[in-house]
Structures are given as C-alpha cells and as structure tokens.
C-alpha cells in the first residue's frame, strides 16, 4: 500500500514485543498496524519510555534484522526532505534500495544485538518490497541542509583552507604521489588536507585532457589513508566506468564498491550492503550513491554538477549536488564540486565562502587549451562572408582537412540527434505540422517518409496549409544526416557517429570523423586533432535560464577532449563570437561566466541567488495550496503560466534567508490538503532545474 502523506510525515511509537527486543535494531525493516492496515515502517530509534499518552500498539513483525538505515542516512534524509518541501519517506525510498532477502542471506551481518527496550520510534512508512512510503525520523539542527550560502541571514562556515595559504605545499599522502594536482597551485595542499583528517571545501575546474578520474581516485586515497571514508557521484555509466576503473588502481580491488540504478536489484543490494557493513570505505556511483552509508564519511565528490543527469525525477526531486553538500555540512565532511566548467551554484559556493577554488594560473592553461576560434566575428566574416548562415563554413571545412591530414581524428559535436529532426515547407519556409495533433514532422532517413515525432503518424502525402506545397527542407539536421554529409565531403574516412542508439567510450588515435550528440563524446586516444561545434544557436536560443550556462558547459566537455594548442589541436565554434558564452569558450574562462551569470541573477531575483518553488497542477488544486500557505514575509507569486494537460505552473520566490521558511510553509499546506483528502495533487519542486 502506498500512503505519501505530507500529513503523516512524522514519528510514531509502538511497543516492542520481547521475542523483537533483541533484533529490532534502528534502522531495521519492520511492519505495523496503521490505520487498520498492515504497512511497512523503519525503526528509527528505541526508547525506554514514550511521550504519548494513549495506548500503544505492538510492532507485528520484522522484515530483517539487517540494520539498513544508518543514522548519518536518516538524519540526511530528514534535512533533504525539510530543504526540498518533502516527505522522509520519499527521501528513503531514494536512499535506499528494495531489499533482496537472498543477498542478506549470503553473508548476514552479525551485527551486535540492541539493547532491551520497551518503546520504538516507527514511521508510519508503507513500503513496496521493503522501500519506503512516508514517514518521518529524529529531527535535524535546523538550517543544517543549507550549504553555499547564508541561512537565516548568516553565511555558512569555512573549513580551514583549501591548502592553507602561505604555508607548505606538499602532496596527499597514502595512495599516489597526486603529481597531477601540482597543475594547481592549490590542488596539492587540498590533498594533504584530506590525509590529515581535515575537511577541505574546493570547487575544482580541471584542465583541458585532465584525467579527472585519476584526481578523483588520488583525492580518495588520501581520504581513505586517513581513516575515512568516500562518496563520489558522476553523470553517467561512462564516466562511473573511468572512475571505477581508476579506484581500481589507485586503490586497489575490493576497496570500493558501485552503485548504480542499472546494476539491477540484486548487485546494487549487494554492493549497499557491503558499504552498509563497512566492508569498504569507497562508494561511487550515479546519483543513486548520493545517499551511500558509508562510514566515517570524510570525502563527497562530484563530477560535473551542471549536468541534468544529477537531478532527480522522483519527489521530492533532489539534486545530487545538494545531498552531497548536506552531507559535508551535517557531517563535518570535505566537498569537491567538479567539472571543465563551472555552475553558478558552484560559484556561489566560493563567493560566499564556503568553499575555496581550485583552478590553473593562466600559464599552465595557455600550455592546455587548444586554439579555439569562432566563425561568426568580423575578420571571419570579411574571408568568408557566407559563414554567418553557412551551417558549416570554410573555417570549420579548414580545420578539419587540416586534422585528417595530420592523422588525426575529429570530432563534430552536433546537438540534436536523429536525420532531419525538423523539416519545413520549401515554398514558404513554415514549419512542417502533423495533419493530425500538429507536432513537428521529421525524416528519420533519407528515403523515409515524413513522419510526426509525437504520434508517430506517417504523413507521405503532406501538403503545406499556408502555400500548398509539397516539397520539404531540412530545418534542423540531427547527426546522422550530417555523419552522411561529411561522409560525401570526406570519401575514404572512417565515420563514427556516437548518440542515443550507441555511445562510444574510445575511438583510435587515427584519421577518422566521429560525429556525436553532446554528452556522448568518446576520447581519442592522443587527443582530437580538430573539434566542430555546431549548430550553436539550437542551444543558446533555447527558453531556459540556464541556455548559456549549458552551451559552455558542453562546448567545454567537448573541446577539452582536442589536443593542446601547441600540439596542433583546434576547436571551431560555429558562432558569433561577441556571445558571452562564446567569449569564456575561446577565452577558456569558465570562472568569468559564472560570476557574470551570478551578478545578472542577483539583479534579477533568479536561483540560486534567490530560493524558488515551482507550483504546478490544477488551477483550484495550486490555489487551494497557495491559500492554505503561510508564505514567509517577502515572498513574491510568479504566474500563472499554462503548463499543458490542463495544468498551471505558479512561481513563488523568496531571498535565500527565508529559504526554510519556504519549504517549510508548502510542507505545512501540502499536510493540510492530504488531511482533507483532496484528490487534484499538486507537484511541489523547491529549485527546479528548469523554471521556464
């Protein structure tokens, strides 16, 4: 049974019966009678007496004496609910995974047994295969899940330094001589902080062709050398396979262990049990490691925060990012936010300083970069004055005859995938429409009829409703038409194309085209002779607040797999190069763009300068809400917009020192329509990734 209420979101007392005592431990599986139903619940903590007054009711049973649910866990999970306006046990569902009875049942833990007790704190949290529904858990020091900048008007605390300056530099001790942080000036006195115990904050931006993995494996080691344990996120199954593969060696097997959502049921039981049980101090993964019982936790990481890939979809959607930043708060543990670009919540993080940054003096990135050059500025235009509609004009065709001569492989970044994503009319240019629900028609191949991308409906015999033509043009071209394109261009050169249908890891160093989709990128081996970006406007023109923001950090993961300026590498961005995201790109400053991002949000009100709940259901189910909240003083009412299926979306804003107030006032009013049974939910998201 699935009960999420925001109303029951709360402890509740139950007897413990005497043949439970000694297995039912906190953090234990258990279920009781609720409501006249049996649910499943977690035993958060034992009491020898309980404050309410009526009779109690006896816990029924205990699903497993496996001890699951650490305290760390429960206490980050109630701050990340309070922080987001959710329920613990949706948090817990996350944190979590279901229970795999045989994989406890291969090597049970022989944990000590709890102490005689007669009361038991349980949430009233049912569960589907031993995951949790709704509930609550001890409560939290308030404001503890607000790191990166004031809460209740007060900035965060700093830990001591980032490698102390002015004082020795030396490297980690305890796996690896760290000689790749010396590109740093402050990369080495980071590393010798984390072998001595301490807690170091540091937002790192890595080099161009860094092995980011092998920073990341040096930066455990130290911690781990200290007695400490680790977490570590990242995107994707590429880049937890480069992690793995690094803790392997720095490390050696069988001191880390993966977690991950594609591991299936009974691996990643078993590899959260391994951490649950101390066997080992390391867990990476993907954003499903972001709540990893580890230990001693003395080291959270993650690579490439701007990614979407971090944000959870499920409620009360969290972001990676965040649990693991709540995490270094609450438990006195050191952060890492990485990338080749930087957020604004990264910025944000070192103007306000609670972290320190990590980054090359310009010297070392002068060796690093390659040449980045963009098609749209003036001296470009006079050589080649079709370069400003040219999809690929004669700087980019330069560039890459240049590489394939040299014998080197290229690659050209397109960002939408697919043949001809988007067709139009060729008479009158107007979009070409489905007869039938009006979404976009597109080419899936070059003898493929017209078909829609929403309802799949074959439209052969499309005629134009403004000028009846029948004839179409490419709108947009997606990857596999322009891998055909180039493959004409280039005859005798291998084409790769890395997308959707298959990602490449690697391709040889050799003359070669790969043709990929931002994000699926391979690594060359040597480093791409030349990189194409292209299409720049499908990504800078998008309606979204972070459309800049997400162009530079795609760019930059791309170009920095070319290599260096002096070796030869070169990127050609097709765009004007008078763009603000264009600028950081050929000027490879990714620091200045996120300052300038965060000063325009400051002036504007946006997040994360400003803390910002999305609204969206119903336009009686968001008023009813929006009544029933008592909103912090200076809270502003943004809206409404339409947001399709009968929906509205409605935008409250507040300064980030009313921030738990906020979330706390839409809890509150979320409890108040559960308890009254309303049937129309409306959708809470505190610092949506997307707000427009």
Not at 70 to 85: I, S
Not at 604 to 633: D, W, Y
Request: hydrophobic share 45%; aromatic share 4%; with cysteine.
């Amino acid at each position: 049974m699935d009960v999420p209420l925001a109303h029951l979101d709360r402890l509740f007392d139950y007897l413990v019966p005497e043949e439970l005592s000694a297995q039912a431990r906190p953090g234990t599986r258990v279920r009781v009678r609720f409501a006249g139903q049996l649910v499943d619940g977690w035993l958060i903590e034992r009491a020898d007496v309980s404050a309410h007054d009526g009779r109690l009711s006896y816990l029924e049973r205990l699903v497993s004496p496996e001890p699951v649910l650490t305290p760390e866990v429960a206490r980050l999970a109630r701050a990340v609910a309070d922080r987001y306006a959710g329920n613990l046990a949706d948090v817990l569902r996350l944190a979590v995974p279901p229970r795999h009875a045989r994989v406890e049942r291969e090597a049970p833990d022989p944990g000590p047994a709890a102490a005689a007790g007669d009361v038991a704190d349980v949430p009233d949290a049912p569960a589907v295969d031993g995951g949790p529904v709704s509930g609550g858990a001890a409560a939290v020091d308030a404001g503890a899940s607000e790191p990166g900048g004031p809460v209740g008007g007060a900035v965060a605390d700093v830990t001591a330094g980032v490698g102390e300056p002015g004082g020795p530099v030396g490297v980690g001790e305890s796996g690896g001589d760290g000689a790749g942080w010396r590109n740093y000036p402050a990369g080495p006195g980071f590393l010798r902080a984390l072998a001595d115990g301490r807690a170091p904050r540091a937002v790192w931006n890595a080099l161009p062709g860094e092995a980011w993995a092998e920073r990341f494996a040096e930066a455990a080691a130290a911690t781990v050398g200290s007695g400490r344990g680790v977490v570590a996120v990242v995107a994707d199954a590429r880049d937890l396979g480069r992690l793995d593969a690094a803790l392997t060696r720095q490390l050696g097997p069988g001191r880390h262990v993966t977690l991950s959502a594609a591991l299936g049921p009974a691996r990643r039981y078993r590899a959260f049990l391994a951490a649950c049980r101390g066997r080992v101090p390391v867990v990476i993964g993907t954003r499903a490691a972001m709540f990893a019982p580890v230990a001693d936790l003395g080291l959270v990481a993650i690579w490439d925060d701007g990614d979407d890939l971090h944000a959870e979809p499920r409620a009360p959607y969290p972001h990676a990012r965040e649990v693991l930043l709540t995490r270094a708060q609450l438990g006195n543990a050191a952060a890492l936010v990485a990338g080749h670009a930087r957020t604004v919540e990264g910025q944000l993080l070192v103007e306000t300083g609670w972290a320190r940054e990590i980054v090359a003096d310009r010297s070392t990135l002068r060796s690093r970069t390659p040449r980045v050059t963009p098609t749209g500025d003036d001296p470009q235009l006079a050589r080649d004055p079709a370069a400003a509609s040219a999809r690929l004009p004669s700087l980019a065709w330069e560039a890459a005859r240049t590489a394939l001569k040299a014998d080197t492989p290229v690659l050209v970044q397109v960002p939408r995938r697919g043949y001809l994503p988007s067709v139009a009319c060729a008479e009158c240019r107007a979009p070409a429409r489905c007869p039938h629900c009006a979404g976009p028609l597109g080419l899936r191949s070059a003898g493929a009829p017209p078909a829609c991308r929403w309802c799949a409906r074959v439209a052969a015999g499309y005629a134009c409703p403004h000028c009846g033509g029948r004839r179409l043009r490419a709108a947009v071209v997606g990857a596999r038409r322009t891998a055909e394109e180039l493959g004409r261009a280039f005859p005798g050169v291998p084409v790769r194309t890395s997308g959707r249908e298959e990602v490449l890891d690697e391709v040889p160093g050799g003359a070669g085209l790969v043709i990929s989709t931002p994000g699926a990128e391979p690594v060359a081996a040597g480093g791409f002779g030349a990189v194409l970006l292209l299409d720049s406007w499908a990504l800078l023109t998008r309606a979204d607040l972070r459309a800049g923001e997400e162009a530079l950090r795609r760019w930059l993961a791309a170009a920095a797999l070319a290599r260096p300026g002096p070796a030869g590498g070169r990127v050609v961005v097709v765009a004007d190069g008078g763009l603000a995201p264009v600028q950081a790109l050929l000027r490879w400053d990714p620091v200045w763009f996120a300052a300038r991002e965060l000063t325009e949000r400051r002036e504007l009100g946006f997040p994360p300068a400003a803390r910002m709940a999305s609204l969206t259901g119903t336009a009686p189910a968001v008023a009813e809400l929006l009544e029933a909240a008592r909103l912090p003083e200076g809270a502003e009412l943004l809206g409404p917009v339409p947001a399709g299926d009968g929906q509205e979306r409605m935008l409250v804003r507040v300064p980030r020192s009313r921030a738990a107030a906020l979330a706390a006032a839409l809890h509150i009013a979320a409890a108040v329509r559960t308890a009254r049974k309303a049937n129309q939910p409306v959708r809470v998201q505190v610092d949506p990734n997307a707000i427009f």
